[in-house]
Structures are given as structure tokens and as C-alpha cells.
């Protein structure tokens, strides 16, 4: 099954190597619940994982962006306020996070101005505006990185292994 098709708790515990029955009883929940969360779908609307096992799933499947995912695509206000992350090549979301940084570069001595007397004025707000959008853009281009970077590693088997052939 492509990925695409499979729910964003299943594509990470499956990238953890563990089953579902070996995920269910470490997340305090039966295999059955498990199952549900796996298949749950925005369109159908039941069964979707409350946040604390969302939480606990981030935790044992080392995918610190779940609980992001998880609002981004089963919430309204993540729908609303978070902006799509871009997961791409290793050295694109880096090379894209330099280029946002650098755009963010030349607006810092205009902000510290704005911000020195802890107000914005009319005629800063042009300013702080274009500040933060720059910023937000740098923020997205970072979690584009970050998950870039995650999504690169080894799985979890893999990963003992390698540590094992490096020692």
C-alpha cells in the first residue's frame, strides 16, 4: 500500500518498526483502538486518536511532528493556521531554509527599531508585517528541514544496526 493511502499514525509507526501489537500495550491502549486510529480519516470522522495517544505515539515512534500533522490535518484551526510543510530532499529543505534566513537577515536592524519602545506605530506596522511574514516563512522552511532530516534517518531496526557496524 502506497503511503499517500495509509494515516499519518500508521506511516510513523510503521517507519518505527513496530507492530500493532507491539505499539498497542506501550501506548496503553488495545490493538483494536489502535487499529481505528490507524484507519480513522477526516472524511469519515470517527475515531480519531485523542491527543494524548497522539502525544505517546510521537514519543515511542521518535516522530516528534505528529502531534503537528495530527492538527494540521484533523482540525479546523490546524487546517486554518498552520501552513503546509514541504517534505523534500535533504538538500533543498536546507539550502531553502538558508535562502528564508537570509531574507529575514536585512529586516532585523529595521524590527529592532519597531520593537525598541515595545509598540508598534502606524508607520512600522509596514515593516513588522513584512518581518513577519519573512519569519513565518523561515519557521515553515525550519519545519520543512527538520522533518526533511527526520524522514531521512534509518528506521528504528536500522538504526541499531548501524550503531552496532559502527562501534
Known amino acids: 500500500m502506497k503511503e499517500s493511502y495509509r494515516s499519518i499514525y500508521r506511516i510513523c509507526r510503521d517507519r518505527s518498526g513496530l507492530t500493532q501489537e507491539e505499539a498497542a500495550p506501550?501506548?496503553?491502549?488495545?490493538?483494536r483502538a489502535l487499529g481505528s486510529y490507524e484507519a480513522y480519516s477526516i472524511d469519515?470522522?470517527?475515531?480519531?486518536?485523542?491527543e494524548d495517544v497522539v502525544l505517546n505515539m510521537a514519543k515511542l515512534y521518535g516522530t516528534p511532528w505528529l502531534p503537528l500533522i495530527h492538527l494540521k490535518e484533523n482540525t479546523l484551526i490546524g487546517r486554518e493556521i498552520f501552513p503546509d510543510v514541504e517534505l523534500t530532499d535533504l538538500p533543498l529543505a536546507?539550502?531553502?531554509f538558508q535562502a528564508e534566513i537570509g531574507d529575514i537577515?536585512?529586516?532585523?536592524?529595521?524590527m529592532r527599531k519597531v520593537i525598541l519602545d515595545n509598540h508598534i506605530d502606524e508607520h512600522e506596522i509596514e515593516t513588522s508585517?513584512?518581518?513577519?511574514?519573512?519569519?513565518?516563512e523561515?519557521?515553515?522552511s525550519g519545519w520543512s528541514l527538520i522533518f526533511s532530516a527526520i524522514?531521512?534517518?534509518p528506521l528504528r531496526e536500522q538504526r541499531s544496526q548501524v550503531i552496532t557496524l559502527t562501534r
Open 94 to 96: 536546507f539550502l531553502k
Open 129 to 136: 508585517e513584512m518581518f513577519i511574514k519573512e519569519l513565518m
Open 26 to 31: 506501550k501506548l496503553g491502549i488495545s490493538v
Open 138 to 140: 523561515g519557521i515553515m
Open 105 to 110: 537577515q536585512p529586516l532585523e536592524s529595521a
Open 151 to 153: 524522514e531521512k534517518r
Open 44 to 50: 469519515i470522522g470517527k475515531h480519531m486518536p485523542p
